[in-house]
């Protein structure tokens, strides 16, 4: 099974990428199945949240013009902070959503990839206050799939690399919470063009899960332009089979299906 899990088109925001493109171009590089997966990042956007009437829309009307060529599942990335749970509790019932990723791009309505967040902020503030509110969201929302680019915070971390075991206990926190529920984590392959010296999630952390029991992982690019569709995707199922890794993940409905590596 090849599958991406994570991408973005012009429904999001940050991208101008047609999705009819992107599923022309994930046929062409052989993939099975692919999620797509719109912003929404309530308390810091407004109107340039996901249409998502429109998108399931142009969803529904891709499966059916492909729908001999290739699997399309809806999916959504809520960027989730404690206080803007409700608004997610509220879109999620409204749409047939088959994937959602769980990610955390912003605390206190103040962003990490422009550095809003950061300045004023010792590194070890800001990188457990990061962790500590993924903590917070999960432990009362749970109509999620995965947790999207665990580590994140490492690609804005202007100070350089923070150490794993300085946040390690929040991470087995936050692990022990998404086993508990049956959810999973997602390993992310924008690590690549960002030029980050390990994976997303790294590889202490990938290995934690692992050892923690941690079973339910899905792999996605993160695109938002056609370069990015389905980057070392296949590459990284050896990595996560040298980790002791049996299985993949994809969703549908919200339920997760294994495919051995």
Request: net charge negative; glycine share 6%; proline share 3%.
């Given at each position: 099974?090849?599958?991406?899990y994570h991408?973005h088109?012009s429904?999001?925001?940050d991208?101008e990428?047609?999705m009819e493109?992107?599923?022309?171009r994930?046929?062409a590089?052989g993939?099975?199945?692919?999620?797509f997966?719109e912003h929404i990042?309530y308390?810091v956007?407004?109107?340039?949240?996901c249409?998502?009437?429109a998108?399931?829309?142009e969803i529904?009307?891709c499966?059916?013009?492909?729908?001999?060529?290739?699997t399309i599942?809806?999916?959504?990335e809520?960027g989730?902070?404690?206080?803007?749970?409700?608004?997610y509790e509220?879109?999620?019932?409204?749409?047939?959503?088959d994937?959602?990723i769980l990610?955390?791009?912003?605390?206190?309505?103040?962003?990490?990839?422009?550095?809003?967040?950061?300045?004023?902020?010792?590194q070890?503030?800001?990188?457990r206050r990061?962790y500590e509110e993924?903590?917070?969201?999960i432990r009362?929302?749970?109509?999620y799939?995965?947790?999207?680019?665990?580590?994140?915070i490492r690609?804005?971390?202007?100070?350089?690399?923070?150490?794993f075991?300085?946040?390690?206990?929040?991470v087995?926190?936050i692990l022990?919470t998404?086993i508990a529920?049956?959810?999973g984590i997602e390993?992310n392959?924008?690590c690549f063009r960002?030029g980050l010296?390990?994976l997303?999630?790294g590889?202490?952390i990938?290995?934690?899960?692992?050892?923690?029991?941690g079973?339910i992982l899905?792999?996605g690019s993160d695109t938002?332009r056609?370069?990015?569709?389905?980057?070392?995707?296949?590459?990284?199922?050896?990595?996560?089979k040298?980790?002791g890794?049996?299985?993949v993940?994809?969703?549908e409905?919200?339920?997760?299906i294994?495919?051995r590596?």
């Amino acid at each position: 099974m090849l599958a991406d899990y994570h991408l973005h088109t012009s429904f999001s925001d940050d991208s101008e990428y047609p999705m009819e493109d992107a599923v022309r171009r994930a046929i062409a590089l052989g993939f099975d199945e692919i999620c797509f997966t719109e912003h929404i990042d309530y308390g810091v956007k407004t109107d340039t949240n996901c249409d998502c009437a429109a998108y399931q829309k142009e969803i529904e009307r891709c499966r059916e013009r492909f729908r001999d060529d290739i699997t399309i599942r809806m999916g959504i990335e809520f960027g989730m902070q404690v206080h803007t749970i409700p608004q997610y509790e509220e879109t999620f019932k409204q749409y047939p959503f088959d994937f959602v990723i769980l990610s955390c791009h912003q605390v206190e309505d103040q962003e990490f990839w422009n550095q809003t967040f950061q300045p004023g902020r010792t590194q070890e503030e800001y990188n457990r206050r990061y962790y500590e509110e993924i903590l917070h969201v999960i432990r009362r929302y749970e109509d999620y799939s995965v947790l999207g680019h665990l580590d994140m915070i490492r690609r804005y971390d202007k100070a350089g690399e923070y150490p794993f075991e300085k946040v390690r206990d929040l991470v087995e926190e936050i692990l022990k919470t998404v086993i508990a529920r049956g959810k999973g984590i997602e390993l992310n392959t924008s690590c690549f063009r960002y030029g980050l010296p390990d994976l997303t999630p790294g590889r202490e952390i990938l290995t934690l899960y692992r050892n923690m029991g941690g079973k339910i992982l899905t792999i996605g690019s993160d695109t938002h332009r056609e370069a990015h569709l389905g980057v070392r995707i296949k590459e990284m199922h050896g990595e996560l089979k040298s980790l002791g890794f049996e299985s993949v993940y994809t969703f549908e409905k919200m339920e997760p299906i294994a495919h051995r590596l």
